[in-house]
């Protein structure tokens, strides 16, 4: 609505009340304070009632100056509103009006917007209101920082000495310090507690607070610790927060000292490391402390004392002296220190023992030792016997053996000695596997293992069939002897291991059978007459005799063949032509076994029963009846 059209009626109403002598009613309401944290929005809320309405309203904000002076910083009337220019607020505020609330709202407040804020209700009639609100701004400070004394404090000091200072920076409003020893609040009480404190204003108007801790240091406060509690405010609330903790040094001359076995833990053996440590009940900067040990006169100038592979010997009392170099006093403390040892065990008898088959073996196993010891027995890595005594009723040849000892300490790991016993059992060898083997083989030659056990070690000897003996490498095992034999075979062949000793012998036999790789009979065949020979065979594998000499061999025996195929065939074209005998007609030859160094043929003639017998070499033989 434009104000041409609206100011006649204003006017008019105005009079109206003037003219019967009436007056408006306006009540403002408003909270004492709103608080805020920094860099937050405030909103400020002007509550009011008017039986005029809201048309003729007028609504104005100030602040308080610190001279009491208000400002105005915004102007609500019914035709116009806005914030007045060149105020702290000027960019910052604004006004929301809903129904008979104003909200003022003020952005990014800060500490310098801690101040009081009028909020003024005016009527067309000269009748106003206000009401007032304390703006709090709130900062929380920085966590604050704790710095102890670098160095000693003696108990002897006379005055009071320096523990720390506490600094906690930009807080609003001003945060406050308290101190703290183990929990409990210090209390400004000289001169055995001195609390000093100052606060300083920063530019940005938040406040940095400072307090220093001093006091009379008493031994008990060695292990005491200190540290600051800074206590600051924030809207409807009030909060702490610790600084960190601090110890102090405190110097004082001990009344006792204590030195004692860092480590190992527990019981101390041979070999192990030995660390002393001593310390004592005061604390004093000008000081000696020194490790001895009485039975050697072995020292060092330190709290720690440590003793590579130590020795039975080294056992013994260790004293730790104090010394404070001002006045030479000295104090003193001691401990024993035992050393446990396990020395190499001892079997009996020694080495090696030998006894006759049935008979019983015995053998012990001791040790000697400071702690109680545990004994265990083993062959071949297996549990044979507990105890010192090793005992068997009736020995065998399995009885044979090594024998380990192991002697322990239950109670300390790590403590552990053995020794071994060789155990010979007398009586007559026995030979691994069976008492007849098969061997099978391609090769031409062949090894032969033969394993015997007994004591003493048997001698081992190899023959074959036919009485032959071989030759043979022969070696001692742990429980008898071992024997390899290599030899060439041409054909199957019977060996025989004989293991023998002072108390009897033992045979196995070892039936070797050789596999031959065999070649088809060569034969020659003519148009009607065919000659074999059957008695050639393919020669076997000859240890002597190269692949290639086989090869050459064969292929005379063909050529043979071949040659003997064409003087058969000669003799029988002269037969034909009657060169030979005379006669003519048809013939047939027919095949005789012949040995390999002589073939005969036998010549039939159709009309007679009379034959010719020629040889290889082409001389006539008669027959019977010529």
Known sequence: MALPDT????????????????????????????????????????????????????????????????????NKEPMHEAAEQNTLFTHRISLNVNGTAAVLAIRDVGVRDNLEFICVIKTLTPEEAEGRTQLQVFKSPTFPTIEAVETGISVNEEAPSKIGSCRVKNGYP??????????????????????????????????????????????????????????????????????????????YLPTEVNIWVESPKGKIKEGDTLELRCDNNGNYPSSITTIKHQNSEYSVENKTMVRTNVKRLDGGVYECTFEETDNFDEISGSTKVSVNYLESAVITPKDSIAVMEGEELKASCNALSSLQTSTTWFKNEKLVSKGNTLSVKSATLETAGMYKCVVTVPEMEGMKTSSTLQVNVKGSPQILGPDVQEVETYETTVNLTCSATGFPAPTIMWTTSDGKNLNALQTETEDGAQSVVTFKITSNVKVFCNASNDFGSKVVEFNIKTIVHTTPTATTTTSTNTITDDTVQTPTKSPNIKKESKGFVIAIIIIAIFLLAILGSVLYFLYKKGRICGRSGKQDFSKRKSSKDNIVVEMKSDNTEEAILLGVNGEKQQPNDQ
Not at 7 to 12: C, D, N, Q, R
Not at 29 to 57: P, R, S, Y
Not at 233 to 248: C, D, L, R, Y
Request: aromatic letters at 10%.
């Open 7 to 74: 100011a006649p009626l204003l006017v008019g109403l105005l009079l109206l009340f003037h003219a019967f002598g009436a007056w408006a009613i306006v009540e403002v309401n408003m909270e004492d304070k709103v608080e805020v944290m920094a860099g937050e929005t405030a909103q400020i809320t002007c509550m009011f009632t008017t039986d005029e309405g809201l048309g003729g309203t007028t609504i104005q904000w100030f602040y308080v100056l610190p001279n009491k002076e208000r400002q105005r910083i915004y």
């Open 174 to 251: 001003k945060p406050n310090i308290t101190w703290y020893r183990n929990n409990m609040p210090l209390r400004n009480t000289p001169p055995e507690v001195v609390v000093t404190s100052s606060t300083t204003i920063e530019s940005s108007g938040l406040f940095s607070v400072q307090s220093e801790l001093t006091m009379k240091v008493k031994k008990e406060h060695k292990d005491a610790v200190f540290y600051c509690e800074v206590i600051y405010f924030v809207p409807g609330a009030t909060k702490m927060t610790e600084s960190q903790h601090i110890n102090i040094t405190v110097y």
